[in-house]
């Protein structure tokens, strides 16, 4: 069955067909640091780390030494990943990134 996103839009739908074509990490550096600002970049990755380590199941003080992510960051990523579409546990399971430091 199709997730049924509620933010769906042409728009978007362009967007990550166009991610979807990248082939290789050197095209996501070419294609997201032309489409993100480098704050957008280093937000987005935070996350990611942010996600990472809380299905490692660290604690909110060493998820904040290690990313320096604010203890509100790491409550809302919490919150996606018991509430949310399951898109980081689906990254995170793919990436095997759970049984590593």
Do not use: P, W
């Amino acid at each position: 069955m199709e997730y049924e996103s509620k933010f769906r839009s042409q728009e978007l739908d362009d967007f990550f067909k166009a991610v979807l074509t990248l082939k290789d990490m050197d095209d996501c550096y070419r294609f997201f640091e032309d489409v993100c600002t480098i704050n957008e970049l280093r937000a987005i990755s935070q996350r990611m780390q942010v996600a990472k380590l809380l299905a490692q199941k660290k604690t909110y003080t060493e998820i904040e030494e290690i990313t320096k992510a604010s203890t509100a960051t790491i409550s809302r990523i919490n919150k996606c990943l018991v509430y949310g579409a399951g898109g980081y546990e689906i990254v995170i399971d793919r990436l095997g990134l759970t049984d590593k430091e």
